[in-house]
């Protein structure tokens, strides 16, 4: 295949910010009586703020105005923006920096593909705010993962068409949105053990320097 470009997500391939989610989660979800563990946890991964909100409101025993709902997913977000200072470049998945470092020197375009709207302070509080030659992120699409929006935002941001560009996802919905977008995919951590869809399976993000 010619690969052109990497379009990465953020959480779960870049860094690991998993612990911060779901610790606000919870705190969230402990203040209003609703049942949240794990298990729970998992189903939403790759998924916008207020879709994991509904998965979460699944549990709740009474019904949630919109209005609520959007106060809801804002003390969330509040709790997690918080635990954000928190974040440092040690952090960072093994094999990621050096990853972003080889296909720099390669030549290759890279990017980064995240529904998170806390994609740019993420960045910043690892290391990496100018590491990438674009970035698309929750703050400028319409529709989540699976929906390929932001991946194709991203190959737009790149002038890479879509044929070409390899994702890096850890999560089914963006393995899915990856697919719909036309894209190879390459899936690493969660995905990486049960995905049945994508290109590539894989144990470390590093690994990903073998196939371009």
């Known amino acids: 295949m010619t690969i052109k ?3 990465f997500d953020l959480d779960g391939v870049i860094v690991s910010t998993d ?3 779901y610790q606000a989660w919870k705190k969230m979800s402990d203040e209003e009586g609703i049942k949240f563990n794990e298990t729970i946890n998992n189903r939403l991964r790759g998924v916008s703020r207020m879709e994991s909100l509904e998965i979460i409101l699944e549990k709740a025993e009474r019904t949630y105005t919109p209005e609520e709902k959007i106060a809801l997913a804002e003390r969330k977000n509040t709790y997690y923006r918080e635990s954000l200072s928190e974040v440092k470049p040690d952090d960072m998945l093994p094999g990621a920096k050096h990853t972003i470092d080889e296909l720099k020197k390669r030549g290759v375009k890279i990017a980064i593909g995240s ?3 806390n994609t740019p302070t993420i960045l910043k ?6 590491a990438f030659d674009a970035v698309a992120d929750g703050n400028d699409i319409t529709h989540s993962k699976p929906d390929p929006e932001v991946f194709l935002l991203a190959a737009e941001r790149l002038g890479v068409p879509p044929e ?3 994702v890096v996802e850890d999560a089914e919905a ?8 036309g894209m190879n995919v390459a899936a ?7 995905s049945q869809d994508a290109d590539y399976r894989l144990e470390r993000v590093d690994e990903i320097l073998d196939l371009i």
């Open 5 to 7: 470009a990497v379009i």
């Open 125 to 130: 509080q690892i290391g990496l705010a100018d």
């Open 115 to 117: 529904s998170s709207k």
């Open 164 to 166: 070409e560009c390899l």
């Open 188 to 194: 690493v951590g969660d995905a990486g053990l049960h």
């Open 19 to 21: 612990q911060y989610h």
């Open 174 to 181: 963006g393995v899915q949105a990856a697919i719909a977008g």
